[in-house]
């Protein structure tokens, strides 16, 4: 074998351990930035900012992945989904992976150098605490996936951060939709799970909803739907809005029909799915802004 061939194994491994190859994890996490960064530019985003945004859910996702493998490295090896995944598998070392998670971090941080103020520099230590401080919560906290849900939304105050100088009350019920919407998905995502959690002790949400589950994850879908309802009409959104929450309900009716039966490979595919859900909201703040509503300020 080469050097060049050497080089490009290692360099699929760190892909893999950043889960490049599933960008499901991304586009969860970027949604709601941008419902942020649209109402915070009122319909109009700074593209420069925009892209940094971007990039920086790409970076601050794959860092994710690599300290929440690492903090898993022990469990993912008894559990049939992820015992391949590098660092289970032997084929990547813990001091390659604090190694990437370090370059991983001094890269978002590079990106937002620019941008830098108090503020969001405060943001953004909050940030990195959220992100790899969240593995470690499956040991002790019951629902895990809120921890998630903040970690993964804390895009959202600072994009208002960026953009206004400020992080106005609209901006905290974004989270907390966001918070209810990772509380839907990831426990759907723990349903996959949920015989091998039970074996190695881990805390997750599908354990401590018990036999309620199902309804609860349809009662976060709802609190969701209903904290983005109210957003909407605290900025005076009209029906294009309206029209993408009516979207992003049908598709969380449709999950429902997937996770009923609790069958492993249907809730993960109800897990995936959630993109659309994102994507219809999204839709819906883009189409309200393009079609000259009410106006963030």
Same mark, same amino acid.
């Given at each position: 074998?080469?050097?060049?061939?050497?080089?490009?194994?290692?360099?699929?491994?760190?892909?893999?351990?950043?889960?490049?190859?599933?960008?499901?994890?991304?586009?969860?996490?970027?949604?709601?930035?941008?419902? +942020?960064?649209?109402?915070?530019?009122?319909?109009?985003?700074?593209?420069?900012?925009?892209?940094?945004?971007?990039?920086?859910?790409?970076?601050?996702?794959?860092?994710?992945?690599?300290?929440?493998?690492?903090?898993?490295?022990?469990?993912?090896?008894?559990?049939?989904?992820?015992?391949? &995944?590098?660092?289970?598998? !032997?084929?990547?070392?813990?001091?390659?992976?604090?190694?990437?998670? !370090?370059?991983?971090?001094?890269?978002?941080?590079?990106?937002?150098?620019?941008?830098?103020?108090?503020?969001? !520099?405060?943001? +953004?230590?909050?940030?990195?605490?959220?992100?790899?401080?969240?593995?470690?919560?499956?040991?002790?906290?019951?629902?895990?996936?809120?921890?998630?849900?903040?970690?993964?939304?804390?895009?959202?105050?600072?994009?208002?951060?960026?953009?206004?100088?400020?992080?106005?009350?609209?901006?905290?019920?974004?989270?907390?939709?966001?918070?209810?919407?990772?509380?839907?998905?990831?426990?759907?995502?723990?349903?996959?799970?949920?015989?091998?959690?039970?074996?190695?002790?881990?805390?997750?949400?599908?354990?401590?909803?018990?036999?309620?589950?199902?309804?609860?994850?349809?009662?976060?879908?709802?609190?969701?739907?209903?904290?983005?309802?109210?957003?909407?009409?605290?900025?005076?959104?009209?029906?294009?809005?309206?029209? !993408?929450?009516?979207?992003?309900?049908?598709?969380?009716?449709?999950?429902?029909?997937?996770?009923?039966? &609790?069958?492993?490979?249907?809730?993960?595919?109800?897990?995936?799915?959630?993109?659309?859900?994102?994507?219809?909201?999204?839709?819906?703040?883009?189409?309200?802004?393009?079609?000259?509503?009410?106006?963030?300020?």
């Amino acid at each position: 074998m080469t050097t060049l061939d050497l080089i490009k194994q290692r360099l699929d491994l760190y892909e893999k351990l950043m889960r490049l190859d599933k960008p499901i994890g991304i586009l969860l996490l970027l949604w709601p930035t941008l419902w +942020a960064v649209w109402i915070a530019g009122n319909g109009r985003p700074n593209w420069a900012i925009l892209w940094v945004f971007v990039l920086g859910t790409v970076l601050m996702r794959s860092a994710g992945c690599v300290i929440n493998d690492y903090a898993d490295r022990n469990f993912d090896p008894h559990v049939e989904r992820t015992k391949s &995944r590098p660092l289970a598998a !032997g084929t990547v070392t813990t001091r390659e992976a604090f190694i990437l998670f !370090g370059c991983l971090v001094v890269a978002a941080f590079l990106l937002i150098l620019p941008l830098l103020t108090p503020l969001l !520099g405060g943001l +953004a230590v909050v940030a990195l605490f959220l992100a790899a401080s969240y593995p470690f919560t499956k040991r002790f906290f019951a629902i895990p996936q809120a921890y998630l849900g903040v970690a993964f939304g804390f895009g959202i105050p600072m994009a208002f951060a960026v953009m206004l100088g400020r992080i106005p009350e609209i901006a905290w019920w974004l989270l907390l939709a966001n918070v209810f919407w990772a509380m839907a998905y990831d426990t759907e995502y723990a349903l996959v799970d949920r015989e091998d959690d039970i074996r190695i002790g881990i805390k997750t949400s599908a354990l401590t909803f018990g036999r309620y589950d199902i309804a609860a994850i349809m009662l976060c879908y709802g609190v969701t739907l209903a904290l983005l309802g109210w957003v909407g009409w605290w900025l005076g959104f009209g029906w294009p809005y309206a029209t !993408g929450l009516l979207v992003a309900a049908g598709i969380a009716g449709y999950h429902y029909t997937l996770i009923c039966e &609790r069958e492993r490979m249907r809730c993960f595919k109800a897990f995936l799915h959630n993109n659309w859900f994102g994507a219809a909201v999204f839709a819906g703040i883009a189409a309200d802004y393009l079609l000259g509503h009410w106006r963030f300020s």
